[in-house]
């Protein structure tokens, strides 16, 4: 009974992470503030696929009332919020202004300690959270009473120092910009080491720097094709692999859409098409634009870690499109999404027979 119950809680679980972080990535950075020694802590991203169970689900009599119940009322829930994001195409989700993992995914999150009297703070920001070689660092720590500080920069794999730099202190803040590097190359630990009011105070942050995998160059073209917008760009791949591009559909300064494309690409000149459903856009629009670009190249092997891209444009306006040529067809879920959904309904529909 234990291990029924244990491969039901484990599917809604899977479920449960796949609605919330799929496709959307959380881009929120580890980071760990510290007035002492540091402890460092590493976190990485998780992604779960659902499949359709192979067995069939076990009966109510194989579980307590109480296990049941419990499961009914988990699996109707998940159902029903599973059924509603099925309204939506899983490549074009509704996008508003609240969504801000997906308007800033590379916001870096400032790490804040207090001073050692506990009267005030001293915090710790960069720029950006991932950064594409030969982009620079941009550091800044802020507060009262800063007389001296220093920055030491280390990969998070060996912890071993490659760049130790001071801060220049000014106006109750120090700053430095750190040059790009070839050898800052995956997870960077950065620890700041500072005097505040003649006391030590030491944060540690965390960044990701990537060698560019991949540049998104511009768009190729864009039209209507049935229910959806179709927007083809073109990249310049230096490392050939299956690549995930995401991107903002705005209307003006209003969010539509957060676009996702899958595909593989080989070396060279490649292009990727990204498709916005009907059900995203309004009846008409003179200032559609693409916006927030992120090339990722997924991992293909276990262990191999994603590297990410750049794109050389911040915007693409989408001029000549006339959306009234949509055909306003609502979305049809695919064989996988609906047996996903059967699937939740009968857990959620199951009787208990004791």
Known sequence: ??????IIISALTALIIWRFLSPSESQQQPAVAEKEAPQIIENQAIQVAIEPQSKPVPSAVDMSP????????????????YRETLRFAPY??????????????????????????????????L??????????IQLTLKGEQISRAKVLISLVDD??????????????SAYIEVSGREDFNGDLQLKVEADVAGDPITIVAQ???????AKLTGLKHAEINGSDLLITLALEVEDAGIYRVRANLYDGAQPLAHLVAKSKLSFGQQEIELKAHQTVLPTSSSDLRLMTFIVERMSSIPGERARFGESVISEIPLIDI????????????NAKERASLEFLQGMAEQKNTR
């Not at 109480?66 to 699996?75: M, R, W, Y």
């Not at 960044?207 to 995998?213: G, M, N």
């Open 322 to 333: 006339d959306l009234s040529e949509l055909s306003r067809d609502p979305y049809s879920p």
């Open 1 to 6: 009974m234990k291990k029924v119950v244990i």
């Open 207 to 213: 960044a990701k720097y990537e060698q560019p995998s």
């Open 66 to 81: 109480f296990q049941l119940t419990s499961t009914q009322k988990a699996a109707k829930v998940i159902a029903n919020n």
């Open 92 to 125: 074009s989700q509704p996008l508003t202004s609240n969504d801000i993992d997906r308007i800033e995914p590379n916001r870096f999150v400032p790490v804040t300690v207090p001073t050692s009297d506990m009267s005030g703070t001293i915090s710790l920001a």
């Open 127 to 136: 720029n950006k959270y991932r950064f594409i070689h030969p982009e620079p």
């Open 159 to 172: 912890n071993k120092v490659i760049l130790e730099k001071s801060l220049r202190v000014a106006d109750s």
